[in-house]
């Protein structure tokens, strides 16, 4: 049994992504002891947009690393 975990962040663009965590890819290396299969990344654009003047967090939440 395995748990799926999705995580979601918010680039400027998608070459800030890859200038950001680019680095980190490896997907010669063997899947990490925890994965049940190799992770998968995917860049959304999106299709429209919310409303309301709430401003989205410009810092990271407590106990992110």
Same mark, same amino acid.
């Given at each position: 049994?395995?748990?799926?975990?999705v &995580?979601?962040? +918010?680039? $400027?663009?998608?070459?800030a992504?890859? @200038?950001?965590?680019?680095?980190?890819? &490896? @997907?010669?290396?063997?899947?990490?002891?925890?994965?049940?299969?190799?992770?998968?990344? $995917?860049? +959304?654009r999106?299709?429209?947009?919310?409303?309301?003047?709430?401003? +989205?967090?410009?810092? @990271?939440?407590?106990? $992110?690393l």
């Amino acid at each position: 049994m395995y748990c799926s975990f999705v &995580n979601i962040g +918010l680039w $400027t663009n998608p070459a800030a992504f890859h @200038d950001q965590i680019g680095k980190y890819f &490896n @997907d010669k290396a063997p899947p990490k002891e925890f994965e049940y299969e190799r992770r998968v990344r $995917t860049i +959304l654009r999106p299709k429209c947009w919310r409303i309301g003047d709430s401003r +989205l967090p410009v810092h @990271d939440s407590g106990g $992110t690393l």
